[in-house]
């Protein structure tokens, strides 16, 4: 879809800054934006200085994203009052008249256009929104960070074909698809020439790596055939799977996992809900028995690996008994940590439209007791692990003026901070 607004025309050598909203996957993708911008001539800098165009890469999963789009246009604007405002990312795909009618922004670019940003920026053609209808999206373009931080997120899949029924995911970024491993060994290549020591595997639904390359049908690469290529390569030390569904996370993937000499003893495994009754409501592809299974059969392998959980609080027709039962399975479960989400209702879902919704003071304290709940976990399980000696790689300098790094299996460790530390990896008693 396009909307005749007048735009403008930018000239190469102008300032440009990034502020990115969400997942790891979306500060992958504007690292890609940033190199592109940078390679046609802009300057990237600060989104604290002064910039004649700022971009916007929104998250759309919750209503607070929504909201947190529109402030941000009203400060940087407030700042910037002459910089070029251009909104990407999920919220544009999504509300791409809605974004476009926000007073100060000049550019919404949807979900196949956003990686045109160099294009739409050098070309005055007139238009203040450039998207497309979401089945159109079906390119895979590959993404990663890099000069952020130590750990890079890799994207190697996008999208999903999944229908939760709280999730706006695949209207915002279409259709499961992914990268080839032929691909995926090169960025690794660059990034490993670029001394890059730890890389975490990202997309949508990760496990579905191998459907839809490029807009093709399914082939024979999977995601097992992944991490075992990568394995292979042996170039870079560490690698993390960033989040894996609990019925694509198969034995096969936990025991390579735990005998691989380069991916880390820590998954990321969502379960939303610890009741068969949620779950069903929530149109997720597995049962509590499945996640635990799970679960167990990676402590099985691997006693000391971590394993961190999403959890949806306050989703409709949540009962007292149904949350005390998802607080008594996780407590019970031997997990490390608690991603905690408040559901939040999103047009054009199948949620939104259940009855039985549950207040937000009830959500908001189901939220805080799961956190609190995170925090004993993450206590107990670095308890656990107190006076055993792991491979710690130490990445930056936080706000504190300590040299923080994590574990292999993701305790975080502080220290004093030492120069020389710095991206390296070190043997360390915790």
């Given at each position: 879809m396009s909307f005749d607004l007048p735009l403008f025309a930018l000239k190469k050598n102008k300032s440009i800054a990034f502020h990115t909203l969400g997942c790891k996957l979306n500060?992958?993708?504007?690292?890609?934006?940033?190199?592109?911008?940078?390679?046609?001539?802009?300057?990237?800098?600060?989104?604290?200085?002064?910039n004649d165009v700022?971009?916007?890469?929104?998250?759309?999963?919750?209503?607070?994203?929504?909201?947190?789009?529109?402030?941000?246009?009203?400060?940087?604007?407030?700042?910037?009052?002459?910089?070029?405002?251009?909104?990407?990312?999920?919220?544009?795909?999504?509300?791409?008249?809605?974004?476009?009618?926000?007073?100060?922004?000049?550019?919404?670019?949807?979900?196949?256009?956003?990686?045109?940003i160099v294009k739409h920026l050098e070309e005055d053609l007139e238009q203040k929104i450039y998207s497309c209808e979401i089945a159109d999206v079906n390119q895979f373009?590959?993404?990663?960070?890099?000069?952020?931080?130590?750990?890079?997120?890799?994207?190697?899949?996008?999208?999903?074909?999944?229908?939760?029924?709280?999730?706006?995911?695949?209207?915002?970024?279409?259709?499961?698809?992914s990268d080839s491993i032929q691909g995926v060994l090169a960025n690794i290549e660059e990034l490993h020439r670029a001394g890059v020591k730890e890389i975490v595997l990202t997309g949508i639904n990760l496990g579905d790596f191998g459907k839809g390359h490029n807009g093709n049908k399914?082939?024979?690469?999977?995601?097992l055939s992944l991490i075992q290529?990568?394995?292979?390569?042996?170039?870079?030390?560490?690698?993390?799977?960033s989040s894996i569904e609990p019925n694509l996370l198969t034995d096969e993937i936990i025991q390579f996992v735990s005998a691989s000499k380069c991916f880390m003893p820590h998954f990321h495994i969502p379960l939303q809900s610890g009741t068969n009754k949620q779950l069903a409501a929530m149109r997720r592809r597995y049962k509590k028995e499945l996640y635990e299974e799970r679960v167990l059969k990676i402590k099985s392998l691997m006693p000391?690996?971590?394993?961190?959980?999403?959890?949806?609080?306050?989703?409709?027709?949540?009962?007292?008994?149904d949350f005390e039962a998802t607080y008594r399975f996780l407590q019970e479960l031997p997990i490390s940590y608690l991603h905690v989400f408040t559901y939040s209702e999103r047009e054009?879902?199948?949620?939104?439209?259940?009855?039985?919704?549950?207040?937000?003071?009830?959500?908001?304290?189901?939220?805080?007791?799961?956190?609190?709940?995170?925090?004993k976990k993450m206590n107990a399980f670095i308890q656990e692990h107190k006076g055993q000696e792991r491979a710690v790689l130490f990445e930056h300098e936080n706000s504190e003026h300590q040299l923080e790094g994590y574990t292999d299996n993701y305790i975080r460790i502080q220290t004093h901070f030492?120069?020389?530390?710095?991206?390296?990896?070190?043997?360390?008693?915790?």
């Open positions: 500060y992958a993708e504007t690292s890609t934006m940033q190199r592109m911008l940078q390679e046609a001539g802009y300057e990237k800098k600060s989104i604290q200085d002064e700022i971009v916007i890469n929104t998250c759309s999963v919750t209503e607070n994203a929504d909201k947190e789009c529109h402030q941000l246009v009203r400060r940087f604007k407030s700042k910037n009052p002459e910089a070029k405002i251009i909104v990407t990312g999920c919220y544009a795909q999504l509300k791409p008249e809605k974004i476009a009618a926000i007073d100060g922004v000049n550019m919404v670019l949807g979900a196949g256009e956003k990686f045109n373009t590959a993404s990663y960070s890099l000069h952020d931080r130590t750990r890079t997120f890799l994207k190697v899949q996008d999208g999903c074909d999944y229908s939760c029924s709280f999730c706006t995911i695949p209207m915002a970024r279409g259709g499961s698809r399914k082939n024979d690469e999977n995601f290529a990568i394995d292979k390569q042996g170039l870079i030390s560490r690698f993390r799977i000391h690996c971590c394993i961190g959980v999403d959890v949806i609080v306050g989703f409709p027709d949540e009962t007292d008994a054009n879902t199948l949620a939104a439209t259940m009855p039985n919704t549950i207040p937000m003071s009830i959500r908001k304290e189901r939220n805080n007791k799961l956190r609190i709940l995170s925090e030492d120069k020389k530390r710095e991206n390296t990896i070190v043997n360390w008693i915790i």
